[in-house]
């Protein structure tokens, strides 16, 4: 039973190491094994003291008193379970009555003084410490006499083993007792701090929850922007200038309502693929991200139907295959980069290059645009993005273009750097590192070439 659900208060023999009373209580497995061995160690010395008496002294007046106190002793002895372990006055009352029966035993017949030693082992359970040790040094002393009774002549060692006896056994009993509040203590302060720990976990795990919540709508955010923010805003743009020329160039408006149509169709690809699995469409399709930058240069020039030429261009080859998510973000900055370079730049020609080396790839987007102004970056840290964040353009700041591919790069832990000046046009470049690849065979003895 814990002793945190015990209704009674704590008190002298009723503690966290407190030794219950008898069978069907709980506890300390030691205690109750202690209690049990005092239990049966009581009545085994009662009956062979009741013995000894009647084989010694047979037939005499007195016979009938020792045999109905000796009865009168093992059951008050039985009752004492039955009240409990506090303290109370009727407990203090049954030890009471218990010794002083005892006490009459001995005083009729001192053979019963050995039957003091489990009596030690209640009073030190049950009674404060000055009172249980006062109660020890009574029966001690009753256990001396009765010693002394018995022998033909005097002997010391009837005088000082029982003392000995006694000391011994209070000692045992109150370092056991020191233990096992000790013991009770250090449980104690595990359950708290495994209820810290728990208490801790949980914490933990509702602000990666948090975290990733957030986490999730900035990468949905982010996918919406570069596809069907984009897709949209290009749509609307082209069913202006359809409507613009509806009448006057009636083959030109239809030109750009099915290049209008074109794009609807490619961000319906995007949203279904949203809803499977928020891969890009044009890496779901297979190819690779290579494939995927050729087929976006080639579309971004058919849609702006002369205005901007967009070129792309690999170098180098990846040592392995690139994880998914640096192909799906290079693929979105790629496409934030052009949106950007459309909408905002006035550029006539613009080029993707995406160079593989050793340890990153890097993606390269120039045009030959108006440019703007970069504001100094501030300190950087590894992995940091080298651009300041509040690129401007004619004065006012930029949209959300920049910021997605911030992000992004962030998020692989690469490098973003813009270089652009008014009427220069604009080169940004994302550099992605890569995890080292383990060496299949023994590094070569000859110098590498450092290319």
């Not at 300041?388 to 700041?397: C, E, H, I, L, M």
């Not at 962030?410 to 470049?429: C, D, F, K, Y």
């Amino acid at each position: 039973m814990d002793h945190r659900s015990d209704p009674r208060p704590p008190g002298p023999g009723r503690g966290p190491g407190a030794a219950p009373d008898g069978p069907g209580f709980g506890g300390d497995p030691e205690a109750r094994r202690l209690a049990l061995l005092m239990h049966a160690a009581f009545f085994l010395l009662l009956g062979a003291s009741l013995t000894r008496f009647l084989m010694r002294h047979p037939g005499e007046a007195r016979t009938p008193w020792i045999i109905a106190l000796s009865i009168t002793l093992a059951v008050l002895y039985l009752l004492g379970p039955v009240l409990g372990s506090r303290p109370t006055p009727r407990r203090v009352a049954w030890l009471g009555v218990l010794v002083v029966v005892w006490m009459v035993l001995v005083v009729l017949a001192p053979s019963f003084a050995w039957c003091a030693v489990p009596l030690f082992y209640t009073g030190l359970r049950i009674l404060p410490p000055r009172a249980a040790l006062a109660l020890v040094a009574l029966l001690t002393a009753f256990v001396v006499a009765a010693q002394l009774r018995l022998a033909t002549e005097f002997d010391p060692n009837l005088v000082l083993a029982p003392p000995a006896v006694a000391a011994v056994a209070t000692a045992v009993f109150v370092h056991m007792r020191r233990q096992a509040v000790r013991q009770e203590k250090l449980a104690a302060r595990q359950r708290e701090l495994i209820d810290d720990l728990l208490r801790t976990r949980r914490e933990l795990a509702a602000t990666e929850r948090r975290e990733g919540t957030l986490a999730e709508r900035q990468r949905l955010s982010m996918e919406i922007h570069d596809t069907l923010a984009q897709g949209l805003s290009s749509q609307q743009m082209l069913l202006q200038a359809a409507d613009r020329t509806w009448s006057t160039d009636p083959e030109a408006a239809r030109r750009h309502v099915r290049t209008a149509t074109g794009i609807a169709e490619r961000n319906l690809a995007e949203a279904r693929r949203f809803v499977h699995d928020l891969a890009p469409a044009d890496l779901a399709e297979g190819g690779g991200l290579e494939a995927a930058l050729y087929a976006l240069a080639a579309r971004e020039s058919a849609q702006a139907e002369g205005a901007l030429t967009v070129h792309c261009h690999v170098e180098g080859a990846p040592a392995a295959p690139l994880p998914d998510r640096v192909q799906s973000a290079l693929l979105r900055i790629a496409q934030g980069a052009l949106a950007n370079v459309r909408e905002h730049s006035g550029a006539t020609a613009a080029g993707l290059t995406l160079t593989h080396l050793d340890d990153r790839v890097v993606l390269d987007v120039g045009d030959n645009g108006r440019g703007f102004t970069v504001e100094p970056a501030g300190v950087r840290g590894p992995g940091a993005v080298r651009d300041s964040g509040a690129v401007r353009d004619s004065g006012a700041v930029r949209g959300h273009g920049i910021p997605a591919i911030r992000a992004r790069v962030r998020q692989l832990g690469g490098t973003l750097t813009i270089e652009s000046a008014p009427g220069e046009g604009t080169v940004l470049s994302a550099g992605i590192p890569l995890a080292p690849i383990p060496p299949t065979a023994p590094p070569p003895t000859a110098p590498e070439d450092p290319a």
